[in-house]
């Protein structure tokens, strides 16, 4: 069973920062596009960023774009998310997933994580 392994996530002031990690397995890691998704509570699971399996390529969601970066360390199999200037609609479970085509759609993303809580207070 395929394991992808968040942290980093944790509460916050507005206008702080975090970094968030997922951890994978290597067969999966290298050879897939990675991705961080969102939810909040009462919310539908959104599209946060995404990259390339060779870190060339990025998308990011209109509401992070400028605040969030998404980035892979391929010798370490691990996916980074560093957040700042956070805002408390930030709030939400954040999920690493893997997939094997560049997509924002979560459907096509076949692996998982647990997810990792931000809390961002006022």
């Known amino acids: 069973q395929v394991q992808l392994v968040e942290s980093g996530g944790g509460m916050v002031q507005a206008g702080g920062s975090l970094r968030l990690s997922c951890a994978a397995p290597?067969?999966?890691?290298?050879?897939?596009?990675m991705g961080w998704f969102r939810q909040a509570p009462g919310k539908e699971r959104e599209f946060v960023c995404s990259i390339s399996r060779n870190g060339g390529s990025t998308l990011y969601a209109d509401s992070v774009k400028g605040r969030f970066i998404i980035s892979r360390d391929n010798a370490k199999n691990t996916l980074y998310l560093l957040t700042s200037s956070l805002k408390p609609d930030d709030t939400a479970v954040y999920y690493c997933?893997?997939?094997?085509?560049?997509?924002?759609?979560?459907?096509?993303?076949?692996?998982w994580g647990q997810g990792t809580q931000v809390t961002v207070s006022s």
């Open positions: 290597e067969q999966i890691f290298r050879r897939y596009d």
């Open positions: 997933a893997a997939s094997s085509i560049g997509t924002m759609a979560a459907k096509l993303f076949r692996y």
